[in-house]
Nanobody
Framework: QVQLVESGGGLVQPGESLTLSCAAS????????TSWYRQVAGKQRDLVAS???????NYGDYVKGRFTIARDAAKTTVYLRMNSLKPEDTAVYYC???????????WGQGTQVTVSS
């Protein structure tokens, strides 16, 4: 069982930066593909970025070059650095951990990011 807690969301202006954190407890994330998703009310939850067990990263087309996903050395926290934020990045951001063998997955409670002038 993995518990995930996101933090770092807030209100920023277009062009500014924000870093989200996803802290894991119950297990480290070395055997999990860890991802950030985002969701706007009434729409599906979309993949933003993911980092695999080997450290390989993957990004949604709409954030490539602006967002960076990273995992700390202890593999207990995953970060999402968001640069050059746009109003269309406004959403609730969720952390997800999916075990690479069993496919059991866990979600955090989400953190709101609002980009507005």
């Amino acid at each position: 069982q993995v518990q995930l807690v996101e933090s770092g969301g807030g209100l920023v202006q277009p062009g500014e930066s924000l870093t989200l954190s996803c802290a894991a407890s119950g297990s480290d994330l070395s055997r999990y593909v860890t991802s950030w998703y985002r969701q706007v009310a009434g729409k599906q939850r979309d993949l933003v970025a993911s980092v695999g067990t080997s450290g390989r990263t993957n990004y949604g087309d709409y954030v490539k070059g602006r967002f960076t996903i990273a995992r700390d050395a202890a593999k207990t926290t995953v970060y999402l650095r968001m640069n050059s934020l746009k109003p269309e990045d406004t959403a609730v951001y969720y952390c997800n951990a999916k075990h690479f063998l069993s496919n059991n997955q866990y979600w955090g409670q989400g953190t709101q990011v609002t980009v507005s002038s």
